[in-house]
Antibody
């Protein structure tokens, strides 16, 4: 069974940092691109970032470019999202999600999704 | 507010058929990009329901079907069941934004 398990969520102050991790199991992790998607009550679902299967290519939404960094460790079946210079509007549940391809093409679907990690940015 | 427009809510009685629309534009659905649909039951993560406009992943009931035409797509649910209550989202790619995008979501109520 394919499973994704996020960790690292919590409370951060504006301007602060948090690091999310997602451990994968049940599939050949190194063969697939991985994504982070976030969900807020007001803005709904928003794709945040993706990393190719090898980790050589990374992609970001404009809203997080320059502040978030995605990376992966294929030896540990893990994808990470380093979130710096956090803003109030980054408050959301963050999901990691598997891509059906080894590369991120933007038009692919996400399946499956992890259970989510809540990130709250507040003073 | 959302590039992909979905009705905020739909409802139907058990056993009935409902459809959820997803309206885009010439830079996304109208440009030929595939549409995917997700189901989010209360307190859970989104789950892939339909991919590539009309394909069901293994394990998804054939009560769910999808279609795409022009700048819109639709999700149909037949034989409504109480367990179908939740939120439904469409997703596609937008060539102007150069991003994967989601609709605002539709809350399905089985009355």
């Amino acid at each position: 069974e394919v499973q994704l398990l996020e960790s690292g969520g919590g409370l951060a102050q504006p301007g602060g940092s948090l690091r999310l991790s997602c451990v994968a199991s049940g599939f050949t992790f190194s063969a697939y691109a991985m994504n982070w998607v976030r969900q807020t009550p007001g803005k709904g679902l928003e794709w945040v970032s993706a990393v190719s299967a090898t980790g050589s290519r990374t992609y970001y939404a404009d809203s997080v470019k320059g502040r978030f960094t995605i990376s992966r460790d294929n030896s540990k079946n893990t994808v990470n999202l380093q979130m710096d210079s956090l803003r109030d509007e980054d408050t959301a549940v963050y999901y990691c999600a598997k891509d059906p391809s080894g590369s991120y093409w933007g038009h692919n679907w996400f399946d499956p999704w992890g259970q989510g990690a809540l990130v709250t940015v507040s003073t | 507010q959302f590039v992909l427009t979905q009705p905020p809510s739909v409802s139907g009685a058990p056993g009935q058929r409902v459809t959820i629309s997803c309206t885009g534009s010439s830079s996304n659905i109208g440009d030929g990009y595939d549409v995917h649909w997700y189901q989010q039951l209360p307190g859970t993560a989104p789950k892939l329901l339909i991919y590539g406009n009309s394909n069901r992943p293994s394990g998804v009931s054939d009560r769910f079907s999808g279609s795409r035409s022009g700048t819109s797509a639709s999700l149909a649910i037949t034989g409504l069941q109480a367990e179908d209550e939740g939120d439904y989202y469409c997703q596609t790619y937008d060539s102007s934004l150069n991003n994967s995008i989601f609709g605002g979501g539709t809350k399905l109520t089985v009355v």
